[in-house]
C-alpha cells in the first residue's frame, strides 16, 4: 500500500498531517514558515506535512533550543523531493516508509546513527525493521507516526448489501455515483485492480500496458463514481458528517474526530483488505544546521509524550510503545487503534515502489482524473 500513505496523503482545528493549505496545494508548492530568529542559515530547516510544525511534536527540542525550527510544508513527497533537488536546504524530512527510496536513490538522505537516539530502544520491533525504515542494512527513517487507510462508512446510510459484504468495489458500482469519494490518487487504480483480483503484491507495481489497461478500467470508474476525490481531509470529513457521502477512503483522524462529533462511523473490514501507512524522520545532507540539532529533533519526534500528543491531537498512533500507556483510552478506542502490534499484523503494510513504477503511476493517474467531468 505504498504511496497511499501518503499514505495515502490531519484535520480537525490543525489541518492534517497529509494536508496542506488550500491555496499552496493550488499552486502545487509549499509554504514556509519561519520562527523569529536572528540567523535563519543557522536554524535547522524541516520539511514537513501541514499541522506538524506544532511545538506539541516536538516540544523537547524547543526546550532545548529555545524556539522552533524553521519549516517548509509540503503537499506530498514529491513535491518535498523536487524542492530539495533544485537546492531548497533542508535538514530533515518527514517521508512515509513507501517514499523514503526516492530520497535516498536521489543521493540526499543520510544513515541516521540510533545510538544517538535515546527513545530508539522504545519503537515498535516492527517499525525498526520494517521496509522504508531500512536500506541496504543501514537505518534511513526512524519511524514516528502510522496509522490506517481504509474505507470508512456511514452505517446508518450504506445498504444492506455493503453491510453484508463490506468491499472497495463500493467505489467503482455506478448505483453509488456522486455518494462515496476517493482519494486523489494513484490507490484508487491500484485498489481497483485489487477488486478485481489482483493481490496487492502485484497491483502496486503494475507498469506499462498493464498500468494503462488498469487505470482505464478501474481508475476511470473511481473517478466517475466519486463525488469528488478529495485532497483535503477537512472536505471529506465535513461531507461524511453532513451524509452528503457514504463512504471514502480515509485515514484514522476522520474516523475519531467524526466519533468526538457524535457522528456513526467506521472503518470497514474489507474483504481486499485495509492498509497501514507509517511515516517519520529522514536526515537529509543538503541543510546548513548543526547535526546534533538534526537529531535531537528527531529525539524529540520520538518521545512518549509527542506520541501521547498525536495520539490525543490528531487520531494517529506512534512509534514509541510508550505512547499507548500514557495516553487516553479513550482517544485510543476512538482512532480504532486498541493493538498496534496485531494491527501491524492484520493489515496490508504501504510497500515501496521503483522510481519508474511511480513515476509511470504518477503520469497515467494524472491523466485519468483529468478525464473527470
Not at 506520541?307 to 498512533?317: F, H, N, Q, R, V
Amino acid at each position: 500500500m505504498q504511496r497511499i500513505r501518503f499514505i495515502d496523503r490531519m484535520t480537525q482545528g490543525k489541518v492534517s498531517r497529509r494536508d496542506m493549505m488550500k491555496a499552496a496545494s493550488a499552486f502545487g508548492v509549499g509554504t514556509l514558515v519561519l520562527p523569529k530568529m536572528a540567523n535563519a542559515a543557522e536554524v535547522l530547516t524541516c520539511l514537513e506535512w501541514g499541522g506538524y510544525d506544532s511545538a506539541d511534536y516536538f516540544q523537547a527540542y524547543v526546550d532545548k533550543y529555545g524556539a522552533q525550527p524553521n519549516f517548509s510544508i509540503f503537499a506530498g513527497e514529491e513535491d518535498a523531493l523536487a524542492k530539495v533537488l533544485a537546492g531548497f536546504a533542508a535538514d530533515v524530512m518527514h517521508p512515509c516508509n513507501y517514499s523514503v527510496a526516492r530520497f535516498v536513490n536521489a543521493g540526499v538522505a543520510s544513515e541516521i546513527d540510533t545510538s544517538r537516539l535515546t527513545h530508539w530502544n522504545d519503537i515498535f520491533p516492527a517499525l525498526q525493521n520494517a521496509e522504508g525504515v531500512l536500506w541496504d542494512g543501514k537505518t534511513v527513517m526512524a519511524p514516528a507516526d502510522f496509522g490506517n487507510s481504509g474505507l470508512a462508512y456511514r452505517p446508518d446510510l450504506v445498504g444492506e448489501d455493503f453491510l453484508a459484504d463490506p468491499s472497495w468495489g463500493i467505489f467503482y458500482d455506478e448505483k453509488y455515483t456522486g455518494r462515496v469519494s476517493m482519494t486523489d490518487n494513484e490507490m484508487a487504480i491500484i485498489i481497483g485492480a485489487m477488486v478485481g483480483g489482483m493481490p496487492y503484491d502485484e497491483a502496486y507495481k503494475l507498469e506499462g500496458d498493464a498500468l494503462v489497461a488498469a487505470a482505464k478500467e478501474w481508475g476511470t470508474k473511481a473517478v466517475n463514481v466519486s463525488r469528488f476525490l478529495w485532497t483535503d481531509s477537512s472536505e471529506v470529513q465535513q461531507a461524511m458528517a453532513s451524509g452528503e457521502i457514504i463512504a471514502c477512503y480515509a485515514w484514522n483522524d476522520l474516523i475519531a474526530n467524526l466519533r468526538a462529533e457524535g457522528v456513526p462511523v467506521e472503518f470497514a473490514k474489507t474483504k481486499e483488505g485495509s492498509f497501514t501507512w507509517f511515516c517519520g524522520l529522514t536526515l537529509l545532507n543538503t541543510g546548513k544546521a548543526d547535526e546534533q540539532a538534526a537529531y535531537d529533533f528527531i529525539d524529540a519526534w520520538l518521545s512518549p509524550e509527542t506520541g501521547k500528543a498525536l495520539i490525543e491531537g490528531s487520531g494517529y498512533g506512534h512509534a514509541n510503545m510508550k505512547s499507548f500507556d500514557i495516553a487516553d483510552p479513550e482517544a485510543i478506542a476512538n482512532m480504532g487503534i486498541t493493538d498496534p502490534v496485531e494491527m501491524m499484523k492484520d493489515t496490508l503494510v504501504f510497500k515501496t515502489p521503483t522510481d519508474e513504477v511511480q513515476e509511470g503511476f504518477n503520469k497515467v493517474w494524472g491523466d485519468t482524473k483529468a478525464l473527470k467531468g
